[in-house]
Every structure is written in structure tokens, then in C-alpha cells.
């Protein structure tokens, strides 16, 4: 079961390496392929990381879509109570022109609630509006996560070359890869820092929102 694990990790994050043209910045698998059967077992863990990482883009993916199809549906809700408020606009026209005072009155009732109704959809708007910003900050930091994986997936295994003094390990550098993952654990750290600044804002206009629309 750990072997399957383990092969379909290292299929996932090929299959990623390849697509995402990093393929150049990798390990060879011809070098890989003269570690001991302890040594591959060794790299299991950092193998797994990527494939929870690139399960994690996916998910985020996912989240953001599910993000604006609520934007959507609350777009669709404020241009529905805007609509509402031409009709009623209209009808009152028609009233003043009949000098129809009661349903003059009846119709501006309406328009009142119906004028509270759009600020509140204006701000369910603007709640998701802020959910998505969130989302696609989410987006990033888990693809700069997959990154960071594959960077420390790299280094194990770089790592286990020099261990186990397979001669091909001097073709890469350890360095260079040590400081590719500062810099992106600094993106990360930077992401993960606007996504919660981001949707505590979001917090904040949902609670706004959903007071406004408990008054209404």
C-alpha cells in the first residue's frame, strides 16, 4: 500500500512538473533510479507532500468557483429588486397621473422597502465580491504551496543523492535550491497573510449583511 502511495505521488507531481514547466528545475528520475530501495523509501513522506499540495490547489480551485456562482446569484438578487423599484416608480406615475392619493401612498411604501432592499442586495454584492478577492488570494497561496512541496521534495531527494554518494548529485546545486525555497515561503507567508486579511473583511460584510437583512 505505501509503494502505491508512493508511486502515485511521484506520478502526480511528474504530471505536474511536466505541464508546469518546471521539468528543467526537477530532479532526473535516471538519477533517482540509482538510490538504494531504502533510500526511495526514505523520500515517501516528501513525495506525499506534493500530492496533498496539488490536492489542495484543486481544492482551493474549487472553492474560488463555488465563490462566484454566489456572486452571481446575489448579482442576479440586486438586479431583480432594481427592476423592482422601475415597476414601482412606474406604477406611481400612473397613480399621480389618475391623482390616485391612497395608492400613490401604497406605491411609495413599496418603493421604501424596496430602495432598503436593493442596499442590503448592494451589500450581499459587495460581501461576495470580497469572498471571491479572498478565494483567488486562496488560489495562489496554494499554488505557490505546490511550489514549495516540490522545492522540498527536490531537496530531499538531492539530499539522499549525496547521502547514498551517487556521483550525478554534483549536478545539482543545494544552494540554489535552499534559496528558491525562501523565496517562495516568503510568497507563501505573504499569500497566507492577505487571505486572512481578506476574508475577515469578507466576515466583516457577511455580518454587516446578514444584520441588515435580519432588520429588514
Given at each position: 500500500?505505501?509503494?502505491?502511495?508512493l508511486?502515485?505521488?511521484?506520478?502526480?507531481?511528474?504530471h505536474?512538473?511536466?505541464?508546469?514547466?518546471?521539468l528543467?528545475?526537477?530532479?532526473?528520475?535516471a538519477?533517482?533510479a540509482?538510490?538504494?530501495?531504502?533510500?526511495?523509501?526514505?523520500?515517501k513522506?516528501a513525495?506525499?507532500?506534493?500530492?496533498?499540495?496539488?490536492?489542495?490547489?484543486?481544492?482551493?480551485?474549487?472553492?474560488?468557483?463555488?465563490?462566484?456562482?454566489?456572486?452571481?446569484a446575489?448579482?442576479?438578487?440586486?438586479?431583480?429588486?432594481?427592476?423592482?423599484?422601475?415597476?414601482a416608480?412606474?406604477?406611481?406615475k400612473?397613480a399621480?397621473?389618475?391623482?390616485?392619493?391612497e395608492?400613490?401612498?401604497n406605491?411609495?411604501?413599496?418603493?421604501?422597502?424596496?430602495?432598503?432592499?436593493?442596499k442590503t442586495?448592494?451589500?450581499?454584492?459587495?460581501?461576495?465580491e470580497?469572498?471571491?478577492?479572498?478565494?483567488k488570494?486562496g488560489?495562489?497561496?496554494a499554488?505557490?504551496?505546490?511550489?514549495?512541496?516540490?522545492?522540498?521534495?527536490?531537496?530531499?531527494?538531492?539530499?539522499?543523492?549525496?547521502?547514498?554518494?551517487?556521483?550525478?548529485?554534483?549536478?545539482?546545486?543545494?544552494?540554489?535550491?535552499?534559496?528558491?525555497?525562501?523565496?517562495?515561503?516568503?510568497?507563501?507567508?505573504?499569500?497566507m497573510?492577505?487571505?486572512?486579511r481578506?476574508?475577515?473583511?469578507?466576515?466583516?460584510l457577511?455580518a454587516?449583511?446578514?444584520?441588515?437583512?435580519?432588520e429588514?
Amino acid at each position: 500500500m505505501r509503494k502505491l502511495i508512493l508511486s502515485f505521488a511521484i506520478f502526480v507531481a511528474a504530471h505536474s512538473i511536466s505541464y508546469g514547466g518546471l521539468l528543467d528545475r526537477s530532479v532526473d528520475f535516471a538519477d533517482l533510479a540509482k538510490l538504494s530501495e531504502e533510500g526511495l523509501q526514505a523520500l515517501k513522506d516528501a513525495e506525499f507532500e506534493v500530492f496533498l499540495a496539488n490536492v489542495r490547489l484543486a481544492r482551493a480551485k474549487a472553492t474560488e468557483s463555488l465563490a462566484r456562482e454566489r456572486l452571481k446569484a446575489a448579482e442576479e438578487t440586486l438586479d431583480k429588486e432594481r427592476l423592482n423599484l422601475k415597476a414601482a416608480k412606474a406604477e406611481y406615475k400612473a397613480a399621480e397621473a389618475n391623482q390616485d392619493a391612497e395608492r400613490m401612498s401604497n406605491i411609495e411604501k413599496t418603493r421604501e422597502k424596496v430602495k432598503e432592499a436593493i442596499k442590503t442586495a448592494e451589500l450581499g454584492v459587495k460581501w461576495r465580491e470580497k469572498e471571491i478577492s479572498a478565494r483567488k488570494t486562496g488560489v495562489k497561496k496554494a499554488k505557490l504551496g505546490v511550489e514549495l512541496s516540490e522545492n522540498k521534495r527536490d531537496l530531499a531527494r538531492i539530499s539522499r543523492l549525496v547521502t547514498e554518494k551517487i556521483s550525478s548529485a554534483n549536478k545539482y546545486s543545494l544552494a540554489d535550491y535552499k534559496n528558491k525555497q525562501k523565496k517562495n515561503q516568503e510568497g507563501y507567508q505573504k499569500a497566507m497573510d492577505k487571505e486572512k486579511r481578506e476574508m475577515l473583511e469578507a466576515e466583516q460584510l457577511k455580518a454587516q449583511y446578514e444584520k441588515r437583512a435580519g432588520e429588514a
